[in-house]
């Protein structure tokens, strides 16, 4: 058994281990700056689309407030009316339209209640969504052999420019395990004598290391 091609096997080996390594990384860290991207777009269209909602919650608010002043009023008329009914059948009357204005604003302060609630999660939304942006941000530059994002650039554009480095880098790091592979194996198959391709570096050292202990007088160098 040739000792220094034993060696070298196993240099490819640890090298092939190394770059699966990195390429796993590299993939993670696509991942984790798909999610931010994800999040990250969601918030752009929120924000861009918060003053229109906003405008429209303000005026439902109005609307409703204005509405439960007149139901308000018409149920102070209904009242009005209940003491002044001169005799059972004008109080029976007026008491009926006593309890329908009061029907009618409980509806519309119900809807006030919408309104303002409403308008109120706007307002949270308003101060919640930038602030949540700088937290991907903090994310975003946190991230490892990544360049940060900018002060003046979107997390959406630095996610597709760190996205297409990344993508790069691995493509790379799988063509440089490719051709590790193939002088493994290409090693491999000389050293026991048949062919090994198709397994990993790792794989075909293991073959070799176990041609080398049970091939009639061979032992194997020790790592």
Known sequence: MDARALSELRRLADEDSELSARALEARRLDEEIGAIRLRAEAIEVSLANLP??????RTELDAAAEELEARRREQADAERAVAAAGNDEAREDAERARN??????????????RAAAAAEDLMREAERLPAEAAR???RAAALPDVEPPQNDSSLVDWASHAH??????ARQLDAQRERVIREANELATMLVGEPTYGGTAAQALARAETYCVSAPGQV???R
């Open 220 to 222: 194997s160098d020790s």
């Open 52 to 57: 229109e909602q906003q405008t429209r919650a």
């Open 164 to 169: 297409a480095e990344l993508f790069v880098t």
């Open 100 to 113: 329908r204005a009061a029907d009618h604003v409980a509806v519309a302060r119900a809807r006030t209640d």
């Open 136 to 138: 991907l941000s903090e």
